[in-house]
């Protein structure tokens, strides 16, 4: 069975810290991993990355894939109010099972 | 630029009703997903699509039926309402191929209440 396991399950900062989530997957034909954020409605889409290990960024955050460790990293630098929400990790498969299975998720939060 | 959409955005059911959620897309992506969020948690798959005709389950396929009979439409049926049930509901899609982005794109989500 597909797993996807994310760590922490919360975690709550101050302003101007940077934290580390961390996504884990078990998975049969590994395509790519998604990072995606969520507020109050729809997933938005952060990054995706592949077996290329080559690290994505955008502004204060970055992620980063390691194939040998089948995980993943998304660190967000000098977080701010408006970065709190739930972080999202996802495993695309492929091999004509293009499943998406989704992690349960972190919830950030930070404060002033 | 229409994207994911999905209807209705609000349903209140009584036990043992029965409804379709509607989704369709215009970005000619083969790959479409339904998903099921619960309150502070994750995104579970119910049903998946790789193209018009084919649909296979996710995690949490009972209670649920899709159908694919069009690239555009994958609508959710859910036969006998039951409080489990009581969830959002999203749509996805994704285009398949080499020269994808990679990028699940959603609807806005529809807020499913089993009473």
């Known amino acids: 069975e597909d797993k996807v396991v994310q760590s922490p399950l919360s975690l709550v900062v101050h302003e101007g810290d940077t934290v580390t989530l961390n996504c884990s997957y078990e998975?049969?034909?590994?395509?790519?991993l998604l990072w995606y954020k969520q507020e109050k409605k729809a997933p938005t889409f952060l990054f995706m990355l592949?077996?290329?290990?080559i690290e994505k960024k955008s502004g204060r955050l970055s992620s980063i894939l390691d194939k040998k460790e089948l995980s993943s990293i998304l660190n967000i630098t000098a977080t701010q109010t408006g970065d709190s929400a739930i972080y999202l990790c996802?495993?695309?498969?492929?091999?004509?099972?293009?499943?998406?299975?989704f992690g349960k998720g972190t919830k950030l939060t930070v404060n002033p | 630029n229409a994207g994911v959409t999905q209807t209705p955005k609000f349903r209140i059911l009584k036990i043992g009703q029965s409804m379709t959620l509607q989704c369709t897309q215009d970005?000619?992506?083969?790959?479409m997903y339904w998903y099921r969020q619960d309150p502070g948690m994750g995104l579970k798959l119910i049903y998946y699509?790789?193209?018009?005709?084919?649909?296979d389950k996710g995690e949490v396929p009972n209670g649920y039926n899709v159908s694919r009979s069009t690239t555009e439409d994958f609508p959710l049926r859910l036969e006998l309402a039951a409080p489990s049930q009581t969830s959002v509901y999203f749509c996805?899609?994704?285009?398949?191929?080499?020269?994808?982005?990679?990028?699940?794109?959603f609807g806005e989500g529809s807020r499913l209440t089993v009473l």
């Open positions: 592949t077996s290329s290990g």
């Open positions: 699509s790789v193209g018009a005709g084919i649909t």
């Open positions: 996805a899609s994704i285009a398949g191929g080499g020269g994808s982005t990679g990028e699940l794109f």
């Open positions: 996802a495993v695309r498969t492929q091999g004509g099972s293009e499943k998406l299975v």
């Open positions: 970005m000619n992506h083969n790959y």
């Open positions: 998975v049969t034909n590994f395509r790519s």
